[in-house]
């Protein structure tokens, strides 16, 4: 573009960032009587509305920095339903495959020590954002394309006479069970579970992945084995969560829910500047020091990649509406339906002040769990503050994975050659 171009009258869409001779050719008049016919003028103008919508996208979606911080690892991107999706990958393509599934309000890099310690094993490892999450693409609440990409798009609006835990781990409450947000929100567990199964399909793209999650990332896990059981070997929950604001969790909900509601809505609408007041280093560290009892673990580095993800246009939005999250499916309900040979191992910190101990060890009465470990003196980020003893449990509930795979496989090589004997005979 010639250097003479009068900027001073731009229109007001210009972007200043990326393809400006894009933006100027379709919009000022004198550029386009340059003679283009036929084919040719059509050609161009395809290419310059893709550049156009490559623009916005990587305006409204800004790149994740070239290696992480925390794991030294590269970030890489990968398209999802027309959503940007960041992960990374560490440790040999030979290795049975893991993903790793980061839990509330953080991101990939939470698995900083994990990433690592499992690689370092010999394992294929990845961590991805979820939408919404870390370097993920934020799609406005409500919008047609947030509500095009929907994983509760065709699901049942709520289940019925439910058997929840309680939280000494002694009793049952009967409840139904709401499944849909009720505001409407693509960031649901049914959306990240289909980015899970996607995303072990068309990056992974082996079979037998193990899904290993923290929190409330292990419901979008325990959701996508139910939802694809072939995609997938088995589920290592690093603390469940039973979500305590969900509406079967709260008692005389018909009563309180209206009330959290009415909070959860001001917030949503008014809560920017009390978010960016809380959103700085020194807050961060300050909150990580309730769920973390091992507080060494919270460093500057963790810091600075939880919370650099969480000030990009459009993470306050998501963070109020997650906290809006008053359904969807519980950890009993998803373990009572879970699909026969997908083993369960669960592990979590004793001093989580979030979690009930007794209600996590009652769910091994559940068929698909096989083991429950709790350690002292742990809180509820047990990958980050005790790698020690995370990763050796990861790593044993693998390798028991692929022996019980090695079995099987020649279990029917037996069978199949005994069926060729029969046959002959």
């Known amino acids: 573009m010639s250097q003479n171009t009068q900027v001073a009258k731009r229109p007001t869409s210009y972007i200043d960032e990326g393809p400006n001779t894009a933006i100027l050719i379709l919009k000022v008049p004198s550029l386009q009587n340059v003679v283009l016919k036929g084919k040719m003028r059509a050609r161009i103008h395809c290419l310059l509305l893709s550049l156009i919508v490559t623009a916005v996208k990587s305006y409204t979606t800004p790149l994740p920095p070239k290696v992480s911080p925390a794991t030294k690892c590269q970030n890489q991107l990968y398209n999802w339903r027309n959503q940007q999706i960041r992960y990374q990958q560490a440790g040999p393509a030979s290795g049975p495959p893991v993903i790793l599934v980061h839990g509330l309000f953080?991101?990939?890099?939470?698995?900083?020590?994990?990433?690592?310690?499992?690689?370092?094993?010999?394992?294929?490892?990845?961590a991805l954002d979820l939408l919404g999450y870390?370097?993920?693409?934020?799609?406005?609440?409500?919008?047609?394309?947030?509500?095009?990409?929907?994983?509760?798009?065709?699901?049942?609006?709520?289940?019925?006479?439910?058997?929840?835990?309680?939280?000494?781990?002694?009793?049952?409450?009967?409840?139904d069970v709401d499944l849909k947000h009720p505001t409407g929100s693509p960031y649901n567990f049914y959306t990240w579970s289909e980015l899970i199964s996607d995303f072990c399909k068309q990056v992974v793209r082996k079979p037998?992945?193990?899904?290993?999650?923290?929190?409330?990332?292990?419901?979008?896990?325990?959701?996508?084995?139910?939802?694809?059981?072939?995609?997938?070997?088995?589920?290592?929950?690093?603390?469940?969560?039973?979500?305590?604001?969900?509406?079967?969790?709260?008692?005389?909900s018909n009563v309180v829910l209206p009330i959290i509601r009415k909070?959860?809505?001001?917030?949503?609408?008014?809560?920017?500047?009390?978010?960016?007041?809380?959103?700085?280093?020194?807050?961060?560290?300050?909150?990580?020091?309730?769920?973390?009892?091992?507080?060494?673990?919270?460093?500057?580095?963790?810091?600075?990649?939880?919370?650099?993800?969480?000030?990009?246009?459009?993470g306050s939005d998501v963070v109020f509406d997650t906290l809006s999250y008053s359904a969807g499916p519980l950890p009993e309900q998803q373990l009572a339906e879970f699909p026969e040979?997908?083993?369960?191992?669960?592990?979590?910190?004793?001093?989580?002040?979030?979690?009930?101990?007794?209600?996590?060890?009652?769910?091994?009465?559940?068929?698909?769990?096989d083991r429950?470990?709790?350690?002292?003196?742990?809180?509820?980020?047990?990958?980050?503050?005790?790698?020690?003893?995370?990763?050796?449990?990861?790593?044993?509930?693998?390798?028991?994975?692929?022996?019980?795979?090695?079995?099987?496989?020649?279990?029917?090589?037996?069978?199949?050659?005994?069926?060729?004997?029969?046959l002959n005979s």
Request: charged share 25%; proline share 6%; glycine share 8%.
């Open 372 to 422: 429950v470990v709790g350690w002292d003196g742990i809180g509820h980020c047990p990958h980050d503050e005790a790698p020690e003893l995370v990763n050796p449990f990861i790593l044993e509930f693998i390798e028991k994975l692929q022996a019980e795979r090695k079995t099987t496989t020649s279990q029917k090589t037996l069978f199949s050659m005994f069926d060729g004997v029969f």
């Open 263 to 314: 909070v959860q809505k001001t917030l949503r609408e008014k809560g920017q500047g009390l978010f960016e007041k809380l959103a700085t280093p020194n807050t961060v560290k300050q909150i990580l020091k309730e769920p973390y009892k091992i507080q060494e673990a919270i460093d500057d580095t963790l810091v600075q990649v939880l919370l650099d993800p969480l000030l990009l246009e459009g």
């Open 106 to 126: 953080v991101n990939s890099d939470h698995w900083r020590k994990t990433i690592v310690g499992l690689a370092d094993a010999g394992c294929n490892v990845y």
């Open 134 to 175: 870390g370097y993920s693409s934020k799609p406005k609440i409500g919008s047609a394309e947030a509500r095009r990409i929907s994983g509760e798009n065709g699901r049942p609006d709520v289940v019925k006479n439910i058997a929840l835990g309680t939280t000494n781990g002694k009793g049952v409450r009967i409840r």
């Open 208 to 252: 037998d992945v193990t899904l290993v999650a923290n929190s409330i990332g292990s419901i979008s896990v325990l959701q996508a084995v139910i939802d694809k059981p072939t995609l997938f070997s088995g589920a290592c929950i690093v603390t469940p969560n039973f979500r305590e604001l969900h509406k079967a969790e709260l008692p005389f």
């Open 341 to 369: 040979g997908k083993p369960v191992w669960i592990c979590y910190g004793k001093d989580d002040p979030w979690l009930p101990s007794a209600r996590v060890d009652a769910l091994i009465s559940k068929k698909a769990v």
